[in-house]
DNA sequence: CTGAAAGCGCTTACAG
DNA sequence: CTGAAAGCGCTTACAG
């Protein structure tokens, strides 16, 4: 059987206020008392029940994370990040996906009336701000990773996808590259209208093709403007599978990488190491991204105000041999 | 404020026993009550609070999962296979990580003892075997699913390890090879002797080297080996990080593959689409398994009778151009 | 078919 | 410094 408050409360000879008291160290307990009551909890192994203290109290201590999917290859770095800055808070982490569209955005809200847990880290599924943001003003604690460029009314975490494109720029202008092609990802993100103005602000000139963070995309966007004819000395991809794609073709139609053509990536997922040749990348700080959201979430939990403006942490050049 | 069941009776003119009637379809209740209760639930967006039904009920509808690391490639379609199946059930999943040691652990027995779940689905971190079997025994409902080779006292999901090593020889004879080298991962591991065995059943010549499981550890292999002068015609690397690092040694070293030596990796992790050439592997049904795993535990919950076998899911092989 | 009451295991004013 | 009692929001015998 279960060890309760009240076996505590018999057994050490005082009442379950006084147990509780020297759980939660809270006001005066005699020392001798406290004493006692510590032994008995040893000996009998009790441990609060997390159901019972959240219904007294009102709060869980627990947060919730909703994420589109987890097989994305930056997803294992990010939850990484989340779930030990929420486990060493002594937070518990309620973990949903909503891959099957409206469906699962329905129980998940329910799930939220539920009270299940108190806060909410979240990287917004295609088309659920509104309702986020309903949410957020009906009272739940929100924070957004947000690989989208969006700007919510509740806190967020972004990297400088703007900066991130330019420093791809810059390297390829510094290694003497003038002609770039530019594989997008899905224009109605604001991190790839981000990524590409950055690209341009430095070099304005060269061929954009529209992409779709898929390898096959990247593929086919060498594939189509070498049969065109169109040159290029390089080639920034808006993501790294994407630029493994681009990888893929150039190999296909026998231009060397970096000699013909250079090849920069963004995001520096763990693949980016392994293709030939390794690639060099805008690395994305995944997992301190996931670190600030969840940091973020429990100080708002603890009372701290929310920051007024989108925290935002740097990506970083990673120089590999597909252009060094 | 929270709507609660007190205010959906008084609304409706019923108990609260009703309303509870009502909301879980227990009880014979009148058509005409429960449809004006029904009307009152969705009218004032009443949803029962999870943790006082919890509380009440002695379960929380949850289930906990431990990994030892979110990063391991393999690990985003294993959670995605838990979490899918633990959500069509309209179970919560509370997610747990021990890369900390011993201190996470513990604070991880506490969340069971504090009742925050009512099973777990558990990736054994390194050393925690007796402690599972502690939890089990003490009544804790488990699911393990085994990339190591343990056989514990309770349920588990493994993979064909002996077969996935034999299949990859067989290919590898069919193809004229006759000198493999292998790579293993730690011996420790009984995944890793179930491999080695398989692969010897049907090829027992050529050398070994232990590996680690790291794209290093690949490269060093090879590149020992070649220094040493000893020969192969191919290799079987028991992970497919490792065989990258096989392939990048010996395109380094200027051998063809898969002309001069083939390549057999093991996992199918996303990278190995990618690497070049692209790497033939042995798939571990990694979603799957965690689709098992969670269905496993969570007809347990419902009372079915735990399996006393391993429940076993087949290793596939995929082949790409790394060994055609 | 329906409801009053006890109970799940805690916390927290309030009183002493 | 300590405890009796109410309350958190449900469920579930039990009685009618």
Redesign the interface.
């Known amino acids: 059987m279960?060890v309760t408050i009240a076996d505590v409360a018999r057994e050490a000879g005082v009442s379950k206020t006084t147990v509780s008291r020297v759980v939660n160290l809270k006001g005066e307990v005699d020392g001798s008392t406290a004493a006692r009551v510590r032994e008995v909890i040893a000996q009998l192994?009790y441990?609060?029940?997390?159901?019972?203290v959240?219904?007294a109290r009102g709060s869980?201590r627990?947060v919730g994370m909703l994420v589109p999917?987890?097989?994305?290859?930056w997803?294992?770095?990010l939850?990484?990040g989340v779930?030990?800055t929420v486990?060493a808070a002594?937070y518990?982490?309620?973990?949903?996906?909503c891959?099957r569209g409206a469906d699962?955005v329905e129980?998940f809200t329910?799930?939220v009336?539920?009270?299940?847990f108190d806060g909410l880290v979240v990287i917004e599924p295609e088309n659920t701000l509104h309702r986020l943001t309903a949410l957020h003003r009906s009272g739940l604690p929100i924070v957004l990773i947000d690989d989208r460029g969006h700007h919510p009314d509740f806190p967020s975490v972004v990297t400088t996808n703007h900066e991130g494109g330019a420093s791809a720029a810059r390297h390829l202008r510094a290694a003497g590259r003038t002609r770039p092609l530019v594989v997008t990802g899905p224009r109605h993100f604001g991190c790839v209208r981000d990524r590409l103005a950055g690209f341009r602000s430095v070099l304005p000139e060269g061929p954009v093709v529209d992409g779709d963070f898929t390898?096959l995309g990247g593929r086919l966007a060498v594939e189509g403007l070498l049969a065109e004819g169109v040159e290029f000395d390089s080639v920034f991809a808006h993501n790294d599978v994407t630029a493994?794609g681009v990888l893929?073709a150039l190999?296909t139609a026998g231009r060397r990488v970096p000699d013909d053509v250079a090849v920069v990536g963004f995001d520096d997922i763990?693949?980016a190491?392994?293709?030939?040749p390794p690639l060099t990348t805008v690395r994305q700080p995944t997992r301190q991204m996931g670190e600030a959201a969840a940091r973020l979430l429990l100080g708002h939990l603890g009372g701290a105000p929310a920051p007024r403006r989108p925290v935002t942490l740097p990506t970083e050049l990673v120089v590999r041999r597909s252009a060094p």
């Open positions: 279960r192994g441990v609060p029940s997390s159901g019972a959240g219904l869980s627990t999917s987890l097989t994305w290859p997803m294992g770095e939850l990484q779930v030990d486990e002594d518990g982490l309620l973990l949903f996906t891959n699962s129980r329910t799930q009336s539920a009270r299940a390898e493994a893929r190999r763990p693949m190491e392994h293709t030939e």
